[in-house]
């Protein structure tokens, strides 16, 4: 038996964390059900209904049912019978009442095709969600979201870039230190994407990458005129590897050389190059998390990200990738780096930071500062 919030569930738990186990259940991912009972809990109205296409255990949907008041129904499935028959005595174990739940075993994207008016749909499954997009920006409402992790961070962030560019129809950049950044980037992009191309606007109001995945959550909008302005936020990257110049641009803007130091730039994309949260949304998501019962690696990145959310700015700067580029011997404590940079943490890296000022004031403090601080000669 495990607790997880508010409730219990029978599964077993072997050493290893593996897609062979008979009822999938990864501890590590409670940081993922939070966020999502998070999410959920602070959407306007009542009698929510949620849809858990791929929901081994049931932990997720009957954390829902049993956290978020503004649940009334959890649609469950999952392909894996042994996963719906443990599902059920899940149910009974927690006494949940059984007309709040919907229960289907069927592939995920047939099911998705044929479901409509879900205000909130939940995708999680093992590594790419990429054979479940297309199906599941149908049965989401207007005002509805969508949420989708992948595991497939690797092929996101770069390491693949072949099978990024086949799975995702987008170049990563491993070159650069927010390559996870860039990773979530180009998911938002390929939702974005797949919704539009059916007169959807997807609109991303929540991200975030945390141990081995990524997060995203997109509000739906309906209409070709919406679309068409959501669509105006893909673009690429410009990125410099040795002065960390970054732009995001339109595709008629790529430049090819860097305006700062005449190297020539690497390039990303295509990608979403518009804001990761919705402020206003994740203040009411902090204001309201009293009701979920929260892991504490949960509240840490909410921290993090209500203040990193504060600063549009694409990409972030990272202390090793600072002090490699300029050559600087001694850096200060990252509090002071903060501070000169006017920047806040970001909670993709503990070493990351988030900054509106632009690249030649960067490189401007870097020089007066921190080089100068260091005992560097910067007038040669
Ligand atoms: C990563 S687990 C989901 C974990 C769950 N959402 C949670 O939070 O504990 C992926 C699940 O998707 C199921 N699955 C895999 N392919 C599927 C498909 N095509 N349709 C429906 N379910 C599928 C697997 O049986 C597995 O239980
Ligand atoms: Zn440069």
């Known amino acids: 038996m495990i607790r997880e ?13 593996s897609s062979d186990m008979p009822v999938f259940y990864n501890p590590v991912m409670v940081v993922n059900r939070d966020i999502s009972l998070l999410i959920v809990n ?25 956290e978020v008041p503004g ?65 599941a920006i149908f049965p989401v409402k207007r005002g509805g979201i969508l949420s989708v992790t992948a595991t497939d961070t690797s092929v996101l962030s770069g390491t693949y870039p072949n099978t990024c560019i086949r799975r995702y129809a987008s170049k990563p950049l491993l070159e650069c230190e927010f390559y996870h950044e860039v990773g979530i980037r180009i998911l938002i992009k390929k939702v974005v994407e797949e ?21 995203v959550f997109l509000v739906k909008d309906i209409g070709a005129k919406r679309a068409d302005q959501v669509v105006k936020n893909i673009g690429y990257l410009i990125y410099c590897d040795r002065c960390l110049y970054r732009e995001s641009v339109s595709l008629d803007d790529i430049k090819s050389s860097c305006p700062f130091c005449g190297n020539r730039l690497l390039v990303a994309g295509p990608l979403w190059i518009g804001e990761l949260w919705d402020e206003e949304f994740l203040q009411k998501v902090w204001f309201l998390r009293g009701n979920v019962e929260l892991s504490q690696d949960t ?34 404590p990252k509090h002071k780096i903060l501070r000169l940079f006017e920047a806040r943490q970001t909670h993709f890296t503990p070493e990351g930071f988030r900054t509106s000022i632009n690249h030649q004031e960067l490189l401007r403090r870097v020089k007066d500062v921190l080089l100068r601080n260091s005992g560097v000669n910067t007038q040669a």
């Not at 919030?5 to 964390?17: D, F, H, L, Q, R």
């Not at 849809?51 to 954390?63: E, F, I, Q, T, Y």
């Open 71 to 135: 649940v009334s129904k959890v649609i469950y499935n999952d392909i894996n019978q042994k996963a719906v028959e443990n599902f059920k005595e899940n149910l009974r174990l927690n006494q949940v009442d059984q007309s709040r739940v919907e229960i289907y075993s069927e592939d995920a994207t047939l099911l998705l095709r044929r479901l409509r008016n879900c205000d909130y749909v939940d995708i999680d499954p093992y590594g790419s969600p990429i054979p479940f997009l297309d199906s």
């Open 299 to 332: 509240v840490k990145v909410l921290r993090t990200i209500k203040e990193e959310c504060q600063i549009k700015s694409v990409g972030f700067y990272t202390l090793s990738a600072l002090a490699k580029a300029f050559k600087i011997p001694n850096l200060p």
């Open 42 to 66: 602070a959407m306007e109205g009542k009698d929510l209904v949620v849809c858990d296409p791929m929901g081994a255990s049931g932990v997720r949907a009957l954390r829902f049912l049993l």
């Open 195 to 215: 919704g539009a191309k059916h007169d959807y606007a997807f609109r991303p109001i929540f991200s975030y990458s945390y141990k081995h995945h990524f997060k």
């Open 5 to 17: 919030g508010k409730a219990i569930i029978s599964v077993e738990t072997p050493e290893v964390v």
